[in-house]
């Protein structure tokens, strides 16, 4: 099945500081979205994206599908900004139809 | 337009016991998808229903785990005789299709702990 890669693993920032956050895929998608999972464990969604950008206030993200990879930008940072970021993706084989893969998340911390 | 609702948020449940999970998808979703999210680890897929039908059941552990999507009511993960293996926290997603330009939303989990 498709693998999803995610980096870098953890990351701690200074409250205002920007952030690059990678997503690699290995084969072709039907859909990508990024999720923040909060210290409450719950699933927000943040993009649904499988090709090209969007923006969300301090949040943008880009999927560039032919190179199989998106990032996910978070500027100004803020302490709520702190929790777990998934990508996640369907792949474009029969066998992916209607599921998402994980991957396995960046740890992110923002201190005031 | 309610989001996906999932109840209870948080179950107990004693080793040898049956746990019911309920998911109710946002309204016009005729797909609900089970993820399961262990300790320290990412979500892994479970299950893809859609009503009255089984799509793909390729995540679900073989024995003691089920799921149903009824034509009416919610969809149920049925996990019996659990054990503390099991304990985790299990979403329910759901899309109004599957396939290109679907999003998923996901409800807020329902977390199990087997004692």
């Known amino acids: 099945g498709i693998q999803v890669e995610q980096s870098p693993p953890d990351l701690i920032l200074q409250e205002g500081a920007n952030s690059t956050l990678r997503c690699n895929f290995s084969d072709s998608v039907n859909n990508l979205q990024w999720f923040h999972q909060n210290p409450w464990g719950q699933l927000i969604n943040l993009f649904y994206i499988p090709s090209g950008t969007k923006q969300n206030g301090r949040l943008s993200a880009t999927t560039v599908a032919t190179e199989r990879y998106s990032l996910l930008y978070i500027s100004s940072s803020q302490t709520t900004d702190s929790g777990v970021y998934f990508c996640a993706v369907e792949g474009a084989g029969g066998t992916s139809y209607g599921k998402l893969t994980f991957g396995q998340g960046t740890i992110l911390t923002v201190h005031p | 337009n309610a989001g996906v609702m999932q109840n209870p948020r948080h179950l107990v449940r004693r080793r040898g016991q049956e746990a019911r999970l309920r998911c109710s998808p946002m309204?016009?979703?005729?797909?609900v998808y089970w993820y399961r999210q262990l300790p320290e680890e990412g979500l892994k897929f479970m299950v893809y229903?859609?009503?009255?039908?089984?799509?793909?059941e390729s995540g679900m552990p073989k024995e003691r785990f089920s799921a149903e999507f009824p034509k009416e009511g919610p969809s149920i993960l049925r996990i019996q005789q659990v054990v503390r293996g099991d304990s985790a926290a299990y979403f329910c997603a759901s899309s109004p299709r599957a396939g290109q330009r679907t999003e998923a939303f996901f409800g807020q989990g329902t977390r199990l702990t087997v004692v």
């Open positions: 229903l859609q009503k009255e039908n089984i799509i793909d």
């Open positions: 309204k016009g979703h005729s797909h």
